[in-house]
């Protein structure tokens, strides 16, 4: 089992809906959580963190924590074809909290 | 501020040739992280230094693979004979403390291609 896993997409979505991306993760302990999106050619750029189970929003973006069931997700509400990119889930592990494991990424397509 | 630093930007080689890469963190973070990352994949952690200790090195893939940072800033991966699979794009992150919850920033990249 992979520490962290997502669908590697791609997800398309038509302008203006939510657009929803999911990831899950194994370790139990993790208590970091965050998403980076990624243009193509480009570095990951970090648009949120998450630490506590719950909803966190910022503009059009909601991440969600459920630690008992082990996934976080983000929501892109509103979303635009500038939205599409590939967005990496990352998190801590409880053994060594200073190092981020990133999934493979979801691809997402907003399309007009 | 200034962001992470990453230079060259692109870095040809021939194989068996040694490359240097350079990161420049953002000012004040205390942890910097290197990754590298293949065409259509995700992420592969390679090394990170944390202020004064041990660096991590558990995610190098192989001894030809070294990196330093000295005077807990500028850091340097160095890659010695280079191969085909070494082919990627090289990032480096920095973080503002250690020990907590952690943000990473990442660099623009240093696309290696070797021939």
């Known amino acids: 089992q992979k520490e962290v896993e997502q669908n590697s997409g791609p997800l398309s979505v038509p302008e203006g809906a939510i657009a929803s991306l999911n990831c899950t993760y194994s370790?139990?302990?993790?208590?970091?959580f965050f998403w980076y999106r990624q243009y193509s050619g480009k570095s990951p750029e970090l648009i949120m963190s998450?630490?506590?189970?719950g909803d966190k929003e910022d503009g059009r973006f909601t991440a969600q924590l459920n630690k008992a069931s082990q996934y976080v997700s983000l929501l892109i509400r509103d979303s635009q074809p500038s939205d599409s990119a590939t967005y990496l889930c990352a998190v801590t592990l409880a053994k060594n909290t200073d190092k981020l494991i990133f999934g493979t990424g979801t691809r997402l397509q907003v399309f007009p | 501020g200034a962001g992470v630093s990453q230079s060259p930007s692109n870095k040809v080689t021939e194989k068996g040739k040694d490359v240097e890469l350079r990161c420049d963190p953002i000012?004040?973070?205390?942890?910097l992280y290197w990754y590298r990352q293949s065409l259509g994949q995700g992420l592969e952690f390679l090394i990170y230094f944390q202020g004064n200790s041990a660096p991590d090195k558990s995610g190098l893939p192989s001894d030809r693979f070294s990196a330093e940072r000295t005077g807990g800033s500028v850091s340097t991966l160095t890659i010695q004979r280079t191969q085909q699979e070494d082919s990627a794009v090289y990032l480096c992150?920095?973080?503002?403390?250690?020990?907590?919850?952690?943000?990473?920033?990442f660099g623009p990249g240093t696309r290696l291609t070797v021939t």
């Open positions: 370790d139990r302990g993790s208590q970091s």
């Open positions: 992150a920095s973080s503002p403390r250690a020990g907590g919850p952690l943000e990473q920033y």
């Open positions: 000012s004040g973070h205390t942890a």
């Open positions: 998450i630490y506590s189970n």
